[in-house]
């Protein structure tokens, strides 16, 4: 029997490989790896553009704290007008797309959390190669 991937598949596979995605992949992650690849100030160069989306008039988000971890990843407290559910994850997107560089990974980790690792590659831009780790940390509004 064939584990269905979403409520009305029937075919249990899929058409392809991911290989076509696999270096620029690849390539994220050897920035990822990288000694000082991650930039500070993540409130000085972040920030300001968050603080911007969530007071859109039409924003569901309301930003209630931030700050850096030790490793580098910047967490960023939020409540959702309608709390953690299935429209968070496109409104989650849309934010995170705000501070948005040429390199952008999101992932949902939970209902609650979402993880993002955007930045510059090598030959990306005008700019050094830089990037931002951001963990969004969905709460109850």
């Known amino acids: 029997m064939t584990t269905r991937r979403w409520d ?12 076509a995605m696999v270096l620029p992949v690849l390539n994220l992650l050897a920035h990822l790896e990288r000694e000082g690849w991650v930039t500070e100030q993540p409130e000085a160069h ?5 603080r911007e989306a969530c007071s859109a008039e039409s924003s569901p988000w309301r930003l209630l704290d931030e700050g850096l971890t ?3 990843v910047w967490e960023v407290e939020l409540a959702h007008v309608d709390g953690p559910g299935p429209q968070t994850y496109r409104d989650a997107i849309a934010l995170l797309s705000s501070v948005a560089e040429a390199a952008f990974f999101v992932r949902q980790v939970d209902e609650h959390t979402y993880e993002c690792a955007t930045g510059q590659l090598e030959g990306d831009g005008r700019y ?10 969905i709460r109850d509004h």
């Open 46 to 50: 972040l920030l300001p553009h968050l």
């Open 70 to 72: 030790e490793d580098g």
């Open 8 to 19: 009305t598949d029937d075919r249990g596979s899929g058409i392809a490989s991911g290989e």
């Open 128 to 137: 050094a190669p830089h990037g931002h780790l951001i963990r969004l940390n």
